[in-house]
C-alpha cells in the first residue's frame, strides 16, 4: 500500500487529524515513573511510553517518537520495542519517526535503514538541506513515507527559509520541489509549523495533495482554526503534532487518564476546527 | 580549553590536517572481518574500527565517526567504546561525529547530550535548515565544535545551496551567520566539499577564521591541490576528510598496512599542496 493510502486510511479509521508525539524526558516524567527513572531508565521509558500510547490511542491517527529523546538515554532498544507494540497493538495507526536526518549517498542509505528496517517506521522526517540526492535512499523504500523539513514553527526558522531566492522564499522553493520532483510514488509530506498559518497557505497553493505534518499547537500556541483552514484538502491533509501538553498533563497517578482527555479535547478542536468552514 | 585551541594543537601535534572518516560497512569489510561479521556484527565492526584508528593515527589530526553505519547495524555500544579508546590512546587527536542533525529547543538539548556526552565528541556535524535556535544548546557546552553544513559536495547540494538569496546563495549566508552570529566562543566551523574549491574561495572571504571541514577528496575526487589553496589559513584551517579510500583500500589480510599507507600519502599530498604556495 501507498503512503499516501495508509494515511488517508488512518485518518478514516480513528476519526482523527492528531499525532502524538513521543518525546520522553525522565525530569518530566510522573512521580512515581520518575522514581523509577533513577534505577531503571529503560524501564520507566518504556512503560510511560507503552501508557500514553494506550490512553491517547483512541483519540490520534499517529504516534511520533522523537529519536533524540531516546538516543541521549541510551534507549535505542526501547525505542525497538514500542516499534513492535506499535505494529501489533495499533495497526491502523501510522508509526513516524521524528529524525530530521539529512545526509547523502552509503550514509543516508544506512538512515533509511534505520528509520525503515530497525524502528519500522511508516514515514520518517527529513532535513532536505543536502538537497535531492539525499532524498533518494528513502525514496526506494516505495510504500513508506518522508516527511520533508519545509517551513519550522521555530524563530530560528526565519534565518533560511525566508530568504528571497529568486522567485519565492526557501521553504516554497522546498515544498515546490516536493510537488513536483520528489512526489512520484505518493509518499512525500512537508513539515510546516502551525505558528504560520498564513505560510500553511502558502505551501498548500503549491503542494495542494501533499499531507502536511504540523508541529506547534499545544505548548508552542500555535492558532488551530487558522492553522486547520490553511492546511486541510479533501483527503485531511494534515497530521497535527501535540507532544508536551499531552505527555505531561499530569505529574499524578492520574497522568493517563489525563493524557486521554488532552489527547481528546485536542482532537476534537480539530474536528471542530475542520467542521468550521 | 577552547575546540579552536584544541583543533589547532591537533593539527601541529600530529602535523597533519587529515580526517579519517569511521563508515563501517561489513559489506565491504577486509575477507576475516566479513566472515565475523556474520554472527558477530558487533565485535568485526569494533575490531575494524579500532584497527582503522591504530593503523592510521599516525597520519592524521581526527577521526570522524558516521554515526549512520552504527545506527543501522544496533551498534550504538561500539561507538561508545570506540570513544573511550580514541580519548585513551589517541588523546591529541579530534573526535568528531559526523551526525547531521537539526532541531530545536529540548530535542537539540538532547542531540546534543547524545553527541558531546554519551559519544564524547570534540566536535559534531549540524545541519543549518532550522536556523540560529538549532545551534543553541550546542553552544552550551563551550569547549566543544560544531561543524555547521554549507556548502556540501554532493550534486544535488545545488538544489537549495546555490540558490541566489537577496545579496548571494544560500550556502554563503550560512557561512556568514555562522562567523558573525554564532562563533562568539571559538567553537564553529563549516563543511565545505572539496569538490567546489572555487565555493571554499568564497567561504573563506566571509569566514577567514572559521576552520572548515573539507569531505570530498578520496574516492569522491575533489581536487586537492585546489583545495589546500583555497581553505587554508596561518593556524592550518582545514580537517580534510577521507573515508572509504582509506577503509577499503584492502580487503585482504593486509587492509590495515594498506590503510596506513593510503592515509600516509594522503596526509603527505595535503602537506605538499600546503607548501606548493
Redo the contacts between chains.
Keep these: 500500500m501507498q503512503f499516501f493510502s495508509r494515511l488517508q486510511h488512518a485518518w478514516q479509521h480513528q476519526a482523527s487529524l492528531l499525532c502524538v508525539g513521543l518525546?520522553p524526558?525522565t525530569a518530566q516524567f510522573p512521580g512515581t515513573l520518575k522514581e523509577r527513572a533513577r534505577h531503571d531508565p529503560l524501564g520507566a521509558i518504556e512503560a510511560f511510553c507503552l501508557g500514553i500510547m494506550e490512553a491517547t490511542a483512541p483519540y490520534c491517527a499517529a504516534f511520533k517518537p522523537?529519536i533524540?529523546?531516546f538516543?541521549?538515554?541510551?534507549a535505542?532498544s526501547v525505542l525497538e520495542k514500542l516499534a513492535v507494540a506499535a505494529r501489533d497493538r495499533y495497526p491502523h495507526h501510522i508509526w513516524l519517526l521524528d529524525a530530521?536526518?539529512?545526509?547523502?549517498?552509503?550514509?543516508?542509505e544506512?538512515?533509511a535503514?534505520?528509520a525503515y528496517?530497525?524502528y519500522q517506521a511508516d514515514a520518517v522526517t527529513v532535513?532536505?538541506?543536502?538537497?535531492?540526492?539525499?532524498l533518494a535512499p528513502y525514496l526506494q523504500y516505495k510504500d513508506r513515507g518522508i516527511f520533508v523539513?519545509c517551513r519550522?514553527s521555530?524563530?530560528?526558522?526565519?534565518?533560511?527559509?525566508m530568504?528571497?531566492?529568486?522567485h519565492h522564499p526557501?521553504y516554497v522553493?522546498?515544498a515546490t520541489?516536493a510537488a513536483q520532483r520528489w512526489n512520484k510514488h505518493q509518499q512525500i509530506g512537508l513539515v510546516v509549523g502551525a505558528t504560520y498559518p498564513r505560510e500553511i497557505e502558502i505551501v498548500r497553493r503549491v503542494a495542494p495533495d501533499l499531507p502536511l505534518l504540523i508541529p506547534g499547537i499545544g505548548t508552542q500556541g500555535g492558532d488551530l482554526i487558522a492553522t486547520v483552514r490553511a492546511g486541510r484538502n479533501e483527503s485531511g491533509g494534515m497530521l497535527i503534532n501535540s507532544s508536551r501538553a499531552i505527555l505531561y498533563a499530569s505529574q499524578q497517578e492520574d497522568w493517563q487518564e489525563a493524557a486521554a482527555t488532552i489527547a481528546q479535547q485536542t482532537g476534537q478542536a480539530i474536528q471542530n476546527a475542520l467542521a468550521n468552514r
Design positions: 518525546d524526558d522523537q533524540a529523546y538516543a541521549s538515554q541510551r535505542e530530521k536526518r539529512g545526509d547523502i549517498g552509503s550514509t543516508a544506512h538512515y535503514r534505520e528496517d530497525r532535513s532536505p538541506y543536502m538537497g535531492t540526492d539525499s523539513l519550522t521555530n524563530s530560528g526558522g526565519d534565518d533560511f527559509q530568504l528571497s531566492t529568486d526557501l522553493e522546498v520541489q
